[in-house]
């Protein structure tokens, strides 16, 4: 694992092959019924997941969709031109209407004149919000969740706190999972490693792998689709809290849907 002074932008590009094609699964696992890991790396216990949220179908039109919108509304229009009526300056006539032997102005400020008004220019207040309906992104959540458990990129962690900020701690409690669970490669890749989605704030936590550039931490309760088919692997901390609150999230969205 390597470290580095700051962290992965979590804006990172989601892999197209995540988005656009099912693919086939890269270890077998079974489906509702997985092991829960410590942060030493011993078995915890063993979980049953609901198919609800572990066994849904893959929605490859859904998720492309929740994908492109919450791109969208995470843009921050940043360009922006000045138009003719904005730019200083161009009050006064350059030149008589007539009799110098020159085109016809009237004002500086015109697009055409170098300094002047530009027409059809980028405009910070645009707006490139779309709307997710909720039962939507929940969808496609949990079609995004199912297809990481199939090819085996989710793994269960019972807790994962430290007394302080530790860097070295939150390194040897990665090396320990990595190693109980068989994937050696989440200690290992330089880039997008995983997601570690934590079942409530904290800030030891947080801070402790803070320095990680291959890694990111985040509430269970914020997690989207863009998030995780970003990171090749997804750590969820407290499997029962988690269940707990994607539970409460689907009832939710099938009462909005009834009404």
Same mark, same amino acid.
Do not use: C
């Given at each position: 694992m390597t470290a580095t002074a700051t962290k992965t932008d979590t804006k990172a590009k989601v892999r197209v092959a995540d988005v656009k094609?099912?693919?086939? &699964?890269?270890? %077998?696992?079974?489906?509702?019924?997985?092991?829960?890991?410590?942060? !030493? =790396?011993?078995? @915890?216990?063993?979980?049953?997941?609901?198919?609800?949220?572990?066994?849904? &179908?893959?929605?490859?039109?859904?998720?492309?969709?929740?994908?492109?919108?919450?791109?969208? %509304? @995470?843009?921050? &229009?940043?360009?922006?031109?000045?138009?003719?009526?904005?730019?200083?300056?161009?009050?006064?006539? &350059?030149?008589?209407?007539? =009799?110098? =032997?020159?085109?016809?102005?009237?004002?500086?400020?015109?697009?055409?004149?170098?300094?002047?008004?530009?027409?059809? =220019?980028?405009?910070?207040?645009?707006?490139?919000?779309?709307?997710? %309906?909720?039962?939507?992104?929940? @969808?496609?959540?949990?079609?995004?969740? !199912?297809?990481?458990?199939?090819?085996?990129?989710i793994i269960f962690v019972d807790s994962i706190s430290f007394k302080e900020p530790k860097t070295q701690k939150a390194k040897e409690a990665v090396q320990a999972i990595a190693k109980a669970s068989g994937i050696p490669e989440l200690s290992t890749r330089r880039v997008n490693a995983a997601l570690i989605a934590l079942s409530k704030k904290d800030s030891a936590v947080e801070k402790s792998f803070s320095n990680f550039g291959n890694l990111h931490t985040e509430e269970v309760r914020n997690l989207n689709p863009v998030m995780i088919l970003t990171y090749r692997y997804l750590i969820i901390e407290n499997p029962k809290e988690m269940i707990k609150t994607f539970s409460t999230r689907s009832t939710s969205a099938k009462k909005r849907s009834t009404i």
């Open positions: 094609t099912a693919g086939t &699964p890269k270890r %077998n696992t079974d489906a509702l019924s997985v092991p829960v890991y410590t942060m !030493s =790396g011993k078995t @915890a216990d063993t979980i049953s997941l609901p198919e609800e949220i572990f066994g849904a &179908p893959w929605k490859n039109d859904l998720v492309q969709q929740v994908i492109v919108a919450v791109q969208a %509304n @995470a843009r921050t &229009p940043i360009a922006h031109t000045k138009t003719r009526g904005e730019v200083r300056g161009g009050g006064k006539k &350059p030149w008589k209407q007539k =009799g110098t =032997g020159r085109a016809r102005h009237g004002s500086i400020r015109s697009p055409i004149w170098r300094g002047g008004g530009v027409t059809h =220019g980028p405009r910070s207040e645009r707006s490139f919000a779309q709307k997710i %309906n909720r039962k939507m992104r929940f @969808a496609a959540l949990t079609s995004v969740l !199912s297809r990481k458990l199939k090819r085996g990129e």
